[in-house]
């Protein structure tokens, strides 16, 4: 069974910066995309960016272009998502979610259980 | 940039069909798929590329395109599908986008 398990719940000050970790496990992580989504208290889902499992490509939502990072780590299947310059706005609970292609498109499959970030002074 | 649009809320008796709708420019020539989204919970997909439902998902839950849009159905609801349903498709750019979910209500 595929497993994404996302590090832990982080409180932080406005102007911080945040990193959270999504473990994948029992699939070969390099044939596949990470994606990152939020869900802010009250509000809908809201897609952050990709990345390529096999070579670090990415694609950023436009509206995170330039304060968030993906990054992985294939010899620990991890992918990581930073943000910086944190503002209240940002509380919310960030996911991962892999890729599954299928044909000329694809769909979140699995997810991980969630991570809340809350940012408060 | 590339929207999807929901109505905010459906309402449905127990046992009677529900039809969520998305809406978007040029949406019949992309592939849509329907994510369940419970308090709590992380979502999970219910319909990907705009008809096949994943194994595990009941045969209640199906998908239809037309046009400019998306429906997801589900019939015979139960109480346990009482949840926010969001659309999502990806744009031109290889971004995805989600419409602004709909909470179903099973009353």
């Known amino acids: 069974q595929v497993h994404l398990v996302q590090s832990g719940a982080e409180v932080k000050r406005p102007g911080a910066s945040v990193k959270v970790s999504c473990r994948a496990s029992?699939?070969?992580?390099?044939?596949?995309?990470m994606n990152w989504v939020r869900q802010a208290p009250g509000q809908g889902l809201e897609w952050m960016g990709w990345i390529s499992g096999y070579n670090g490509n990415t694609n950023y939502a436009q509206k995170f272009q330039g304060r968030v990072t993906m990054t992985t780590d294939t010899s620990t299947s991890t992918a990581y998502m930073e943000m910086r310059s944190l503002r209240s706005d940002d509380t919310a609970v960030y996911y991962c979610a892999r890729t599954k292609y299928y044909e000329s498109s694809g769909y979140f499959d699995y997810w991980g259980q969630g991570t809340l970030v809350t940012v408060s002074s | 940039s590339y929207e999807l649009t929901q109505s905010p809320s459906v309402s449905v008796s127990p046992g009677q069909t529900a039809s969520i709708t998305c809406s978007g420019g040029k949406l019949g020539d992309k592939y849509v798929c329907w994510y369940q989204k419970k308090p709590g919970q992380s979502p999970v997909v219910v319909i990907y590329?705009?008809?096949k439902r994943p194994s595990g998902i009941p045969e209640r839950f199906s998908g239809s395109s037309s046009g400019n849009t998306a429906t997801l159905t589900i019939s015979g609801t139960q109480p346990m599908d009482e949840a926010d349903y969001y659309c999502q498709a990806w744009d031109s750019s290889s971004a995805s986008v989600f419409g602004g979910g709909t909470k179903l209500t099973v009353l």
């Open positions: 029992n699939y070969s992580f390099p044939i596949f995309g």
């Open positions: 590329h705009d008809t």
